[in-house]
């Protein structure tokens, strides 16, 4: 009988059932009886079944135990962003973070409809890619990311990148130029960078903190692949993380930056526990945006920024989440909803402009403003540097159908990232998806929230470096030789989960039930 109690099948519901309960019952009782009052209507219901929804999907990773990082941050995101602190903000009864602002019932629901269709079709898209990996087909774009890493690329684009970012330092000032808070930091870009607008400062930034950011975590995660660096390798190590700290730490790089690269180190570095690993990192990334986001950009400004005296004024926890503008996706997604009600859609060109912005207005004078600008100007605030959810971006060129058709095929995507990335990680390979994984991950935060235009621009510099370190994908042979080497001893039991085989090079093993482990 107690043996029958420890199994791991009573145990993996004991631990997803322990992480439902957090972020179901908790987070947000803990969160609501903090506030100082407390307006209940129908349209609290909306947050709600998000927060449940989230919650559960949550704790089904947590039962499954694979390292699906990618999903995991997507979950965490839409829990926040769309479930507890909207529900703590509509509770408040002082309107939205801008101008205190309230919105028609008609135009919540929508909000949430759009929502909630997304997350649905992110859900169906997964499930229709497990089963296609299942039946042996190949994931979305694996031939790309099975990619390996090469030791000789990889030195060649970290040296590249050492000389590619000390040039770009001595171009905006020098090191005294980089030791500054972040906006200054950023005007001494944009002083020297020229172009046309934000997209031209955002384009030199990323080629700023990226070269550095990408040699430092194709070293790590090639040596994570069970690979020594050699001495050269090591010293690139060093020098690539020196410019790392130099360039994207938490003073005077944006939090969405920083944030992204020490998650992305960890998620390199730590080894991965089945067992609780998602539930520590759900809670962890949880508690992170409730708690350090709001004042992660405390020295914006200034270097002198004191946070004792940031947190006295922005008043007590609950006041910096029901009033900050850092939560303002849902809030944007009103307005978005708002905007196509009145102004109606504006059929791809929004997204067209986010994919294209490298290409300056003076040859594409019709070129579309950023969708948080666009917005922001039709709400008639005097400042454009609010978030716009993918959802808005999406909802905002063809409404709840593009909403569908964009999740679902970033469904399928996802689904097939992260099997490829689970099976290399499981046969310790350094391919592309061993790096772009852990960096995708967390970068989703920003991607996810928006805007669609500055996270583009931010990530496609990072793919080109990571894409460099890389050469010739690996074979089927090498899979199955790999495969092989670990069959026997490194398996374990895992049932049917289809995420952790792909296609016809282990189908036997998903036939005998078992996936292979690190």
Known sequence: MSGSSNSPKANSLTSAAAVWSFFVVVLPLATVLALDRHKWDALELLPLVTIVYAASRLASLQRGGTAKIVTVCVWVFVYIFFGLVPLLQMLAGAGFPFRGQFYSPADVLRGYSAVLIGLAAFDFGGWFSTRRIVAGHRPVAEALFSRRLSRGRIYTTTLVGIFLTTEMIIAVGGLQS???????????????????????????????????????????AFRGGGRRLRFIGTVLLVVAGAFLALISNPVNASRNWAGT???????????????????????????????????????????NANMTDRMAGGGNMMTVLTTKDDFDAMQNMFSTVEYVRTEGFTYGSQLMGS?????????WPDKPQPTPALLATYEGYFFKNISTPLWAEMYIDGGPLLVCLFFFLYGIFINGLEARYLFDRNIEAATLATVFVPVFAPYQFYLLRGSLMAAVSGLIPMCIFLLAATGRPCTTSEEMLATSRLFGTHFRNRGSDGFAVAGKRYQSAANSGYTVRR
């Open 178 to 220: 980089l030791l500054v808070a972040r906006m200054e930091r950023l005007q001494n870009i944009a002083s020297v960078a020229g172009g046309e607008g934000q997209a031209m400062l955002e384009i030199w930034d990323a080629l700023l903190r990226t070269p550095s950011a990408a040699a430092f975590l194709c070293l790590l």
């Open 261 to 303: 690269v020490f998650l992305a180190i960890m998620f390199i570095v730590v080894r991965w526990n089945n067992k609780r690993s998602v539930a520590l990192v759900s809670i962890a990334l949880a508690t992170m945006f409730v708690v350090v986001f709001p004042f992660a950009d405390t020295f914006r400004y200034s270097l």
């Open 355 to 363: 994919m294209l912005f490298w290409v300056p207005r003076s040859v």
